[in-house]
């Protein structure tokens, strides 16, 4: 009875192919090229992975060496920047304040509040200085070079408005000067009645 059903199911499955052609089906054949070339293209791959990584790296180096860099350079720049403010808060004081104070239409009595307004300035100015110069000449609260230059920075808009104040100021006492000299020469003048 078993012969039997083998031989049905043998038929059977003979009579089913198409074409009359009976299909097999078993171990799968692999081609050894196939594994060598996809061995070559994981090692090739593997080889890009570490050159890109290490060129991720390099790029972060310069990136950081960059931005060190570019904080010397605003160091350098607010640095500069404060230097002349100085240059012309001592150009104004010896120029400009010694012709306010040897006008003969400022008072005695204002003369000492005007050369102590003006001294006050040029105080501030000079203790900014030596603290820019602690700052650059030594590892000050050990700061690093970003912090540094937003220091110098702030300190060199202060020293922006320093100036502007001593401009406002001796334009004002110019002014009081023009306004005065033109005073006594309407009080001086002769009418002819």
Do not use: W
């Not at 790296?57 to 605003?74: G, L």
């Not at 160091?75 to 010896?94: G, I, M, S, T, Y």
């Not at 030594?138 to 922006?160: C, F, H, I, P, Q």
Request: charged share 30%.
């Amino acid at each position: 009875m078993k012969t039997l059903i083998c031989k049905i199911v043998l038929v059977s499955t003979i009579l089913l192919i198409p074409n009359g052609h009976s299909v097999a089906q078993g171990m799968p054949v692999y081609d050894n090229t196939n594994f060598i070339t996809l061995g070559k293209q994981i090692l090739e791959a593997a080889k890009q992975t570490e050159n890109l990584i290490k060129t991720v790296e390099f790029m972060k180096q310069q990136k950081e060496r960059i931005e060190k860099v570019s904080n010397v350079v605003k160091q350098l720049k607010a640095v500069r920047e404060l230097a002349r403010n100085n240059e012309r808060l001592f150009d104004v004081v010896r120029n400009d304040v010694r012709h306010i104070l040897n006008s003969p239409y400022i008072k005695a009595e204002e003369i000492t509040r005007v050369s102590q307004s003006f001294e006050n300035i040029i105080e501030n100015s000079l203790k900014d200085l030596d603290f820019v110069q602690q700052i650059l000449s030594s590892d000050y609260l050990k700061m690093t070079d970003g912090e540094r230059a937003k220091v110098l920075k702030e300190r060199e808009t202060r020293s922006n408005e320093m100036v502007a104040e001593i401009e406002r100021k001796t334009k004002r006492y110019r002014d009081i000067i023009s306004f005065r000299e033109m005073q006594a020469v309407i009080n001086g003048r002769k009418t002819n009645y």
